[in-house]
């Protein structure tokens, strides 16, 4: 049974690039959800997509955005980086089968990216 | 604003020593409760979750949680902890209210168990 998988794995970018992480859900999942982890602090939610639309959002500018396919699998798409968007961006996997009030959410490995 | 509060940062213990993390919440309303820990070079990984019914839940590897609803928190133990315990670890709160998804992160333990 695979877990999340994520794409790629480290990324180096520069101030303004744009750059574009992937992930494939845990097999049997529908949902799709993205997370910010800065050094030393716990993840930040950035969005949530299900049925391929964003369904929940976090407090992160519009230069974050994503998308998800007709398989389940998302992007997470930054604009214009910052050096402060340098982090570890986890995406996690749910099935909302179940109801909405017993998600659980399981994580891939992380892309970790540095904006220099 | 939900928030999560761990209070301990770093925790040092001896093997055999026993565990016990806080974490407090901040939300009126009916939440749902997770432990998640991330061994070193590895991803996060479930250790337990609360949805309801007994407020005492049993995670993996021997580990445990209480909810205290009056108190808001939800902390972790371990009656004797193993090098291989070693890790961070976090605790996640997301509303069940909204239809929410989003999970709210603390800062994160640092557990650091010496042979």
């Known amino acids: 049974d695979a877990g999340v998988t994520q794409s790629p794995t480290h990324l180096i970018k520069t101030r303004g690039q744009q750059v574009t992480l992937r992930c494939s859900p845990k097999?049997?999942?529908?949902?799709v959800s993205w997370y910010q982890q800065a050094l030393g602090q716990g993840p930040q939610f950035i969005f949530q997509y299900y049925e391929e639309e964003e369904r929940q959002r976090g407090n992160f500018p519009d230069r974050f955005s994503g998308h998800q396919f007709p398989n389940y699998s998302s992007e997470l798409n930054v604009n214009a980086l910052l050096l402060g968007d340098s982090a570890l961006y986890l995406c996690?996997?749910?099935?909302?089968?179940?109801?909405?009030?017993?998600?659980?959410?399981?994580f891939g490995p992380g892309t970790r990216l540095l904006v220099l | 604003a939900q928030s999560v509060s761990q209070h301990n940062h770093h925790v040092i213990l001896s093997e055999a020593a026993s565990l016990e993390l806080g974490c407090n919440y901040s939300?009126?309303?009916?939440?749902?409760l997770f432990w998640y820990v991330q061994y070193p070079g590895q991803h996060l990984q479930l250790l337990l979750k609360?949805?309801?019914?007994?407020?005492l839940v049993k995670g993996i590897k021997g580990f445990e949680a209480e909810f205290i609803k009056s108190k808001f928190s939800f902390n972790l133990r371990k009656p004797s902890v193993q090098w291989s315990d070693t890790a961070e670890y976090f605790c996640a709160v997301n509303a069940r209210s909204g239809n929410t998804g989003k999970l709210i992160f603390g800062q994160g333990t640092t557990l650091q168990v010496k042979p």
């Open positions: 097999s049997g999942h529908d949902t």
């Open positions: 939300y009126g309303g009916t939440v749902n």
């Open positions: 996690a996997s749910s099935l909302q089968a179940g109801g909405p009030f017993v998600e659980t959410q399981y």
């Open positions: 609360y949805f309801s019914g007994d407020p």
